[in-house]
């Protein structure tokens, strides 16, 4: 069972930076890329940021220079720096985890598109 669990959501003004966490568990070998998406209210869900295992990684226009993500692969976490936040940045931010290898105890397994419960993120002044 593959579970993912975001952390370091929060209140903060405008201008100011936060930190956030996904950390994926479950026997993984490997994953193959991690994705921060976010859904503000009123709006549909949109994709912040996205990063493979080798490192490639892709940004919503609206935070490029912005939002930097990152990966840990050793410990199968996702992070995603926000600095410079604005008013618009306000969304509950969720993790997802595709092309999942794991191992079930009996044998290999292979699993796309796994999603944290998200965490939320107010900017406000």
């Known amino acids: 069972q593959v579970q993912l669990v975001e952390s370091g959501g929060g209140l903060v003004q405008p201008g100011g930076s936060l930190r956030l966490s996904c950390a994926a568990s479950g026997s993984i070998i490997s994953i193959h890329a991690m994705v921060w998406y976010r859904r503000a209210p009123g709006k549909e869900r949109e994709l912040v940021a996205a990063i493979t295992s080798g490192g490639n990684t892709n940004y919503a226009d609206s935070v490029k220079d912005r939002f930097t993500i990152s990966r840990d692969n050793d410990k199968n976490t996702v992070y995603l720096q926000m600095n410079s936040l604005k008013l618009e940045d306000t969304a509950v931010y969720y993790c997802?985890?595709?092309?999942?290898?794991?191992?079930?105890?009996?044998?290999?397994?292979?699993?796309?598109?796994?999603w944290g419960k998200g965490t939320l993120v107010t900017v406000s002044s």
């Open positions: 997802n985890a595709d092309g999942v290898k794991f191992y079930s105890g009996t044998s290999y397994g292979y699993g796309m598109d796994y």
